[in-house]
């Protein structure tokens, strides 16, 4: 998948804002994890890596460095618990040109009649709530007062493998913005 990366000092204070959430019993990611997902692609094959490669740093290269802001907090679904981002017509312009780059070559499903929300997933929940207590859950004001404002600079290509004890990501390559 293609991923904005948060900055350690962004995720220190996100992680503060988790525990008075702990009441709602989800399986916390570890913060190692913690990525924006600009286009999944899925599995590929090895030989493929180089020309999606090609495809990101194209696209990188034309985009500024922008800024995002961290917005609220909770479930985007019954199972994700998750950071918000304010709109950003930067990411989301970033998002569709990579749909359409990497869709037109079939490395990646097309998204485009999929909504883009952006987000930064914290945890999991196993069984998940119920759609009876999803409204409820859905959006808390975050309590720090630590501005959650970071600067969108590259984009990395992360491969994601599934462990015992969870998913394990790794970057292959990061992709700068046009500077």
Do not use: M
């Not at 948060?6 to 503060?16: N, S, V, W």
């Not at 999606?52 to 802001?69: G, L």
């Not at 749909?99 to 999929?114: H, I, M, T, V, W």
């Amino acid at each position: 998948f293609v991923a904005v990366s948060i900055p350690e000092h962004i995720k220190q204070a996100l992680a503060k804002e988790l525990p008075r959430f702990a009441h709602l019993k989800f399986r916390e990611i570890p913060q190692q994890n913690w990525h924006i997902t600009v286009k999944f692609i899925g599995e590929i094959e090895a030989s493929s890596v180089e020309e999606i490669s090609t495809v990101i740093r194209n696209t990188a290269s034309r985009f500024k460095p922008f800024f995002v802001d961290v917005a609220a907090v909770g479930f985007i679904n019954r199972r994700i618990f998750a950071f918000n981002l304010e709109p950003s017509p930067k990411l989301f312009a970033l998002f569709r040109l990579l749909d359409d780059q990497l869709g037109s070559r079939e490395f990646a499903k097309r998204d485009r009649f999929r909504t883009f929300s952006p987000h930064i997933t914290v945890g999991r929940k196993n069984p998940p709530i119920s759609r009876d207590h999803l409204h409820a859950y859905r959006h808390f004001d975050l309590k720090t007062r630590a501005p959650l404002q970071f600067s969108v600079s590259s984009v990395d290509l992360i491969e994601s493998s599934l462990c015992d004890d969870g998913s394990v990501y790794r970057i292959c390559a990061s992709f700068p913005l046009l500077t």
